[in-house]
């Protein structure tokens, strides 16, 4: 693919060259020869100026002009010009020795018409007297304001036409010596070109193998820097999703051995008979449905983070009352609630709007902050709910008067399976994916989440939710 590409360049580069020197050379060779036939024409012009003074004594008197104009032909025959003498009625009286046929033939009416009025006629192209193309000059003689005769001067284009030649073949050769030189200037800019591109299959290529750390070193400001650079920053974010993946399995793998491991060594427990009594036998089954609960929760959890990474999670969205669904969350927790002793107090403005997304998702939102809430609240503690409205949106935030998380933690508290207690989290049943599927409901509710928190003193975790018609 890359030969292609550096013939393709050189051929485009090569062909765009040899185009504009044929169009340049073209248009040169054609404006050079205009130039040379419009300087002849001049010239014939001046001349036949000059012979009209000459012949007009003869013609005043009504002579011939016959040894005038043998002599200057003889003379301007050096130069391949002809001169013929007609009288004021456009008829020839005297001709060249090779054309005195042509004597009594009678000028055109038009051309006639034209010396009448005091103004010269010049034509090029073929003529019937001549084997060759040529120029005719017709220049008038006046007298006392009386067209009396003219002057016909004939020159053949010859002269003309082998300049151009000659120079078309000066023109040729200067032109194969530069389609020579834009060949090797083509082949180092194509290389120049390619060999980056080169590079970036080379260091795709690698990519693709899992090959995250490689670099494009391009440091040009083109289109081909912008790609290396964007190259490096995918590279750069493969390699942090791929560290996310391999951190994820093995949280994942963590996570499961943990209850596993705990419900093979219970079971073992019962199977070889060690429970002393049906009390602890009981015990052992107790903390056997207890881990297979966790396992539960761990599995839909995963499941639900797996929807919103493939994007298949469905969204039922729709005008909902905040109030309803804070209710339905206490009425779930109300067991864990009562375990600890606490009191859930709710602060929501009566004027409350209604909100706007999927009802059953931000149940499921307010549910994982409660949880959380209540997981690290103190015994015989509080937990207070408000929602107030905030520009378009409505703001929910839950505070717990708990152990607090420290400041180095929060930056990472959204992470999955981030804990900052992992001990306490796993004894009391979390799964450590509670707060990143909160994260991930709001960010596709077009909302905010937040938290603030001081040690020792507590949690305030908060999210927005657009309002209804906002």
């Not at 073209?26 to 012009?45: A, F, G, P, T």
Request: aromatic share 8%; proline share 3%.
């Amino acid at each position: 693919m890359n030969k292609s590409i550096f013939f393709k360049l050189l051929a485009s580069y090569i062909g765009l060259v040899i185009v504009a020197i044929t169009i340049i050379g073209s248009m040169q060779v054609y404006l050079v020869e205009n130039y040379l036939i419009k300087s002849k024409e001049q010239e014939m012009v001046v001349r036949g100026q000059e012979l009209s003074n000459m012949v007009m004594p003869y013609l005043m008197s009504n002579l011939n002009p016959r040894p005038v104009i043998l002599n200057v032909n003889r003379a301007d025959r050096i130069l391949g010009t002809e001169v013929w003498v007609i009288d004021r009625y456009g008829k020839v009286i005297t001709a060249s020795a090779d054309h005195l046929y042509c004597e009594g033939n009678t000028l055109e009416a038009m051309d006639l018409t034209q010396l009448q009025s005091g103004k010269a006629s010049i034509k090029s192209g073929q003529s019937e007297y001549f084997q060759e193309a040529v120029i005719r000059v017709v220049t008038p003689v006046i007298h006392d304001n009386e067209f009396i005769g003219g002057v016909i001067l004939y020159s053949p284009v010859r002269g003309v036409n082998d300049t151009s030649k000659n120079m078309s073949k000066i023109y040729v050769g200067a032109a194969l010596l530069g389609i020579l030189i834009s060949v090797f200037i083509g082949i180092i800019f194509s290389r120049q070109i390619t060999k980056p591109i080169k590079r970036v299959c080379e260091i795709t290529r690698n990519i693709a193998d899992g090959k995250f750390d490689e670099r494009v070193e391009i440091h040009s400001k083109d289109e081909l820097g912008v790609l290396a650079l964007s190259i490096n920053h995918m590279s750069k974010q493969l390699s942090e999703l791929d560290s996310m993946r391999r951190n994820f399995v093995a949280n994942v793998s963590h996570e499961l051995r943990s209850p596993l491991t705990s419900i093979q060594g219970y079971i073992d427990a019962l199977l070889q008979g060690k429970g002393k009594d049906k009390q602890e036998e009981k015990n052992y089954l107790q903390i056997v449905q207890k881990e297979t609960h966790r396992l539960s929760r761990l599995v839909n959890d995963l499941l639900e983070i797996s929807r919103f990474d493939s994007q298949t999670a469905l969204f039922n969205m729709d005008e909902f009352p905040l109030r309803s669904i804070i209710d339905r969350a206490m009425k779930s927790l109300r067991l864990q609630t009562a375990a600890k002793d606490l009191i859930i107090t709710t602060n929501l403005t009566s004027d409350l709007p209604l909100c706007y997304g999927d009802e059953d998702r931000i149940e499921q939102v307010i549910y994982n902050l409660l949880d959380n809430a209540i997981r690290y609240s103190s015994d015989r503690g509080e937990i207070l709910i408000s929602a107030i409205p905030y520009d378009d949106d409505i703001l929910v935030e839950i505070t717990d008067f708990g152990q607090g998380i420290p400041s180095k933690d929060i930056p990472f508290i959204w992470d999955r399976f981030y804990r900052v207690d992992k001990a306490r989290s796993r004894n009391e049943g979390g799964t450590g994916l509670g707060l990143a599927i909160v994260k991930e409901i709001i960010d596709l509710h077009g909302g905010k989440v937040m938290v603030e928190s001081t040690p020792g003193e507590g949690s305030t975790f908060g999210f927005t939710l657009k309002q209804s018609g906002g």
